[in-house]
């Protein structure tokens, strides 16, 4: 409780000392009178902003007493500077401004920048990556993770394999995944970051270590915040269609209607994916099974059996920006996919006739009110019912190999196909099985702003997950009327943060208590295991010079297992583990955010972040403890389980450069190395742990990510904007086991390239995109060594079919 304290007593010292602070509001608008929204408002020389509503209305709070120069910028319309010397606690400023003749989608939006920039300097170890650019590239919305610093998407395969998050070695149930706050697995396998393509996202924020109030969770490694489009300044109907290698074809379609007069706001959105993922297999992972069951390696093949199918629609209703709400959207979500599984865990075995099927139905209610009531008092309300079921087939008996052609076994002399015995099917026993979910998620935030850079926050979180296994090819198992299962977990947490020192000092303590429930049936009857952990945490972010913050977070709190975790996983291979037991974690962070160059032609930002983190019984997927020499078979490892792997530690560095010249030339650099070590020095009889002080395996812990974008103006037509894309990343080896001395199951090293360019033409109504990925063909891998992808084609057309302001 140290660290805690010391944070507290810094905060409490200048509680009552702050400088006098003022706030300025008014309303932008245009020389016709019409409001304009997403106009930034900034004080220059000081880390204050603020955006306008689709009304033109701003708030600028915390601003000291003194004289400034006010920037208002735009993509929309002409910069424009004014001065104000404020001396009084309230301030009203109108500003009038002209508008551009020309928007180009290229400009770079201030107020975004602004917005993002508040984030990652406000104390807690985040980033914020935005999607504009993306959403008119063939790019899916795991690839833009993939890119981010300190993030690796851990994917089985091509588009629709099973996927984790690894946040500088945190992973599993320690990353939450959120989209708009809300966990994301209330949305089922059908509607997930595999599938949401860029064009309905509006930023996606990367947090590590300690999450800010509304995100307030069961986590502790840090979690992923996918924010969706919610801007309502610009009527508009817009669709992309793509088609590329492997036979991949995506498409999205997106549709906003705001009445002015009402704030009746209306938006459709939808997609579609299809891929035969038949891309090419080789390596030392691919291999067949001759009919003298000898394993032939490095064979070259193609990937067979894993086509993938996914539809969705979102549908939201509501009102927004109107006296008795900021927002109320009531939406639902619909979801179907169909995913065939080429292989178990490892790619050793392929499979045929294996499928999953997944649909889910989803009700969300989301009510945001600030100044509810009084000044200062806010309240965020979201609650989401989803009814989500997986469907699993496998009975084919015939075994193959990955050349397409059943696997044979010599008997009598003569080669015949291996089939597997009656009752069986690719992965063990012969399953058709169906999964429901019942899953409510509801989330309360209130909040109140009791001085001038001081806010306390109330948050209450509810996740309750009914689950029911459903043997449908024995109807008559006794466990298909018994098989219940349910898990709840309720979190009331508390934070305080406080802006003092002139807004240099930005502090966030933060204090929750986890109750945890899990319900099932055995052989003895009904069986309640409840857990209750406390947690607290802090952050503190202080702007030592112009464009300097010194940032650093703390944090000690438990998670608890997931329903699938302790339950198992059968679309996804895992088996059940009725015997998890929370995770407990202390961590620390500790870091930078510098802006040497931030105006003109030059920009530069620099970041990096160290890491110290302990964990204690550390929710992991099971991996073999060895691969023997002349015995590799004894990995084909088709299923795995979550296991509590007992104390570790990781110990890191990240960081990232980003330089922009002339709004033309945009280039970034990151990597992330750490150690993730086992330090369970003595097991449970008291013997020494063989693993002790090893790197944990199957996890990478060295990767480099770099881009480089520049724009080229009036190229074929005057007004045309054509950007060129370059994309590299870099992975080092790794043990995919615990022990591996000739390196046969390690996972080499991975070095890829990627090039694109996008055509914009001169009304931006179209935009033309290709992309080629993995140019050089490069080994690919992942998860317990299945390949990915190699070298692609994919062809994107954006279109705009109307845009046009509110008048």
């Avoid at 551009?100 to 917005?115: L, P």
């Avoid at 790019?139 to 993770?145: A, G, K, R, S, V």
Wanted: proline letters at 3%; one cysteine or more.
């Amino acid at each position: 409780m140290k660290q805690l304290y010391l944070v507290f007593l810094f905060t409490c010292t200048f509680f009552a000392a702050f400088s006098q602070v003022a706030t300025i509001d008014g309303t932008v608008r245009a020389k016709d009178g019409n409001p304009i929204g997403e106009v930034t408002i900034k004080i220059e020389g000081l880390d204050i902003a603020s955006m306008t509503n689709s009304k033109g209305r701003y708030e600028l709070r915390n601003v000291p007493y003194g004289k400034y120069s006010i920037s208002v910028t735009s993509i929309e319309i002409e910069p424009k500077r004014m001065e104000l010397t404020v001396s009084r606690a309230t301030h009203r400023l109108d500003v009038e401004v002209e508008k551009k003749d020309q928007v180009g989608i290229e400009e770079v939006t201030v107020s975004r920048n602004t917005e993002k920039r508040d984030m990652e300097v406000g104390g807690f170890a985040v980033a914020v990556i935005e999607t504009k650019e993306a959403s008119l590239r063939n790019l899916t919305t795991n690839e833009l993770l993939d890119r981010a610093v300190g993030v690796r998407v851990r994917q089985n395969g091509g588009i629709g394999s099973q996927i984790e998050y690894n946040l500088n070695g945190m992973s599993g149930s320690a990353v939450g995944i959120f989209l708009d706050g809300t966990p994301i697995s209330t949305f089922g396998s059908s509607f997930n970051l595999n599938n949401i393509p860029p064009a309905m996202i509006e930023r996606i924020e990367v947090y590590k270590g300690v999450l800010p109030s509304h995100l307030t969770g069961d986590y502790v490694g840090g979690a992923i915040n996918v924010i969706m489009k919610k801007d309502a300044t610009a009527n508009n109907v817009s669709a992309a269609v793509s088609y590329g290698s492997f036979n991949t074809f995506q498409a999205d379609l997106g549709a906003l209607y705001r009445d002015q007069k009402t704030g009746f706001t209306t938006r459709i959105s939808g997609f579609y994916t299809y891929t035969d993922n038949s891309y090419e297999m080789w390596g030392k992972f691919a291999m067949i099974t001759d009919a003298e069951l000898k394993l032939k390696r490095y064979q070259r093949v193609k990937r067979f059996n894993d086509s993938y199918k996914s539809i969705g629609g979102r549908f939201e209703f509501g009102f927004t920006d109107v006296k008795w709400a900021d927002r109320f959207l009531l939406s639902y979500n619909i979801s179907d996919t169909h995913s065939e599984i080429p292989h178990g865990t490892t790619m050793a075995q392929p499979y045929v006739g294996r499928f999953q099927e997944f649909q889910a139905n989803v009700f969300q209610l989301n009510y945001i009110k600030r100044d509810l009531f009084i000044d200062g008092l806010s309240l965020n309300v979201d609650a989401v019912y989803s009814n989500r079921g997986t469907y699993l087939q496998d009975t084919a008996r015939t075994m193959y190999n990955w050349d397409g052609k059943p696997k044979q076994i010599m008997r009598n002399g003569v080669p015949v196909p291996l089939v597997k015995r009656v009752g069986e099917g690719q992965q063990g026993a012969a399953v058709i099985t169906n999964v429901d979910r019942e899953i409510i998620n509801a989330r309360t935030n209130v909040s109140y702003m009791v001085a001038q850079g001081h806010r306390l926050s109330l948050n209450h979180n509810l996740n309750a997950t009914s689950r029911k296994d459903t043997d449908l090819l024995n109807p008559n198992n006794p466990s298909n009327s018994a098989n219940s299962r349910r898990t709840s977990t309720n979190i009331l947490g508390f934070n305080y943060e406080a802006q003092t020192l002139g807004n240099k000092l930005r502090t966030n303590l933060l204090v929750k208590y986890t109750i945890n429930q899990n319900h099932y049936k055995n052989t003895g009857g009904d069986v309640t295991v409840t857990n209750r952990n406390p947690g607290y945490g802090a952050t503190v972010s202080y702007n030592v010079i112009p464009s300097l913050f010194i940032i650093g977070s703390t944090e000690n709190t438990y998670i608890s297992p997931r329903d699938e975790q302790i339950y198992g996983n059968p679309e996804a291979n895992i088996l059940e583990n009725l015997d998890l037991v929370p995770e407990k974690n202390v961590n620390y962070n500790l870091g930078f955010r510098y802006s040497p160059l931030d105006g003109g032609k030059h920009r530069l930002s620099l970041y990096a972040n160290t890491f110290w983190r302990n964990g204690y019984d550390k929710i992991a997927v099971q991996s073999v403890d060895s691969v023997i020499v002349g015995r590799e078979n004894d990995a084909n490892i088709e299923t795995t389980k979550y296991i509590n792997l007992g104390r570790t530690q990781s110990r890191g560095f990240e960081a990232e450069i980003i330089y922009v010249y002339n709004n033309r030339l945009n280039a970034l650099v990151n990597f992330s190395k750490f150690r993730n070590l086992f330090k369970q020095e003595f097991d449970d009889a008291g013997k020494r742990h063989a693993f002790y002080d090893r790197q944990l395996p199957n996890e990478p812990f060295f990767t480099v990510n770099a881009s480089v974008q520049y724009r080229f103006d009036n190229v074929i037509q005057k007004r045309s904007v054509f950007n060129l894309y370059y994309n590299t990343g870099y992975v080092g080896s790794f043990r995919t086991v615990w022990y591996d001395s000739d390196g046969w199951f390690t996972t080499p090293t991975q070095f890829h390239h990627d090039i694109g360019g996008s055509y914009r033409t001169p009304k931006g109504t179209m935009v033309v995109s290709l992309d080629i990925k993995n140019i050089f063909n490069a080994e690919m891998y992942d998860n317990f060594g299945v390949q990915k992808p190699g070298r692609g084609y994919f062809l994107k057309l954006n279109y705009m079919i109307n845009h046009f302001n509110k008048k």
